[in-house]
C-alpha cells in the first residue's frame, strides 16, 4: 500500500508539473518555477551559500557548517535540460549536504534552447575537472542530480572514464532521466502514474536539448549503452 508520504509527495510533483504549464514559453516557464522556489524554499539552519566560478561556470557551494573541505557533492539540478536553476533546487541540495556531511558544488549548467547539446555535457566536466584541479581527490568527489541532471551525471561520468581522467567515488541519481528516444516499455506503462514524464513534459523538452544530434547519442541516452 502506497504510503501518505508517498502520496503527498506524488501529488506535490503533480501540481509543480502542472504549474510548468507546457504552452508557455521556456523564459516563463523558468520564470514560473523560480518564483514558486522563493516563495516556498527554505534553507535548513546551518548552511552558508556562496558564489563560485568554477572554469568560467556560474556555480554555488552549499556549505553546512562544520564539515570537511576535502569532501564534495557535485550537484547537477533536474528541468529537462531547459528549465530550473540554482534557485529550485538550493533547498533540495542543501538537505543533501547536511545529510552527506560535505560541501556541494551546483554549477548553473547552460540550458537549452539556447545552448543545445553537448552544452551542459561540457560545463558539467568542466566543473568536475576545476575540482581536481582545487586539489579535491577524486576519491573524496561524489557527482549526482534528479531527472536530467541524472542523465548528465551519467554522460559525465562515461565522458571522464572515456577521457581517462580520474573517476569519482560515487555517483547518485534521483529518478534519472536516461532515456530521450522513450523507446522504452515503460514509457508507455507507467505513463499514468508518472508525475513527471506523464504529463509529455520529456518529449515537450527533448528536441531543444538534442538540437542537431540523436536523441539515441548514447551521451544523450546513457540507457541506450550496454556498458554503463
Known sequence: MTSLRSRILHQTLRRVTGAIALNL?????????????RRGIRLPKGVTVCTESASGV????????PVPKER??????????CICSLDTHRGLVSRLALASEARALTPA???APEN???????DALASYRWLLKEGISADRIAIGGD??????????????REAGDPLPAALFLLS???DLTFS?????????????????????????????????????????????
Open 72 to 81: 564534495v557533492l557535485l550537484y547537477l539540478h533536474g528541468g529537462g535540460y
Open 25 to 37: 514559453s521556456v523564459k516563463e516557464q523558468r520564470t514560473r518555477m523560480d518564483e514558486l522556489a
Open 184 to 228: 522504452g516499455e515503460s514509457m508507455q506503462t507507467r505513463k499514468l502514474v508518472d508525475p513527471i514524464f506523464g504529463s509529455d513534459g520529456g518529449p515537450h523538452y527533448m528536441p531543444a536539448y538534442v538540437g542537431q544530434a540523436s536523441p539515441s547519442n548514447p551521451l544523450i541516452s546513457c540507457a541506450t549503452r550496454s556498458d554503463v
Open 147 to 160: 531527472s536530467a541532471g541524472g542523465g548528465l551525471t551519467l554522460a559525465t561520468a562515461i565522458s571522464l
Open 58 to 65: 556560474y556555480s554555488e557551494w552549499i556549505e553546512p557548517l
Open 176 to 178: 534519472p532521466w536516461t
Open 109 to 111: 549548467y547552460r540550458l
Open 116 to 122: 543545445p547539446f553537448p552544452a551542459a555535457l561540457e
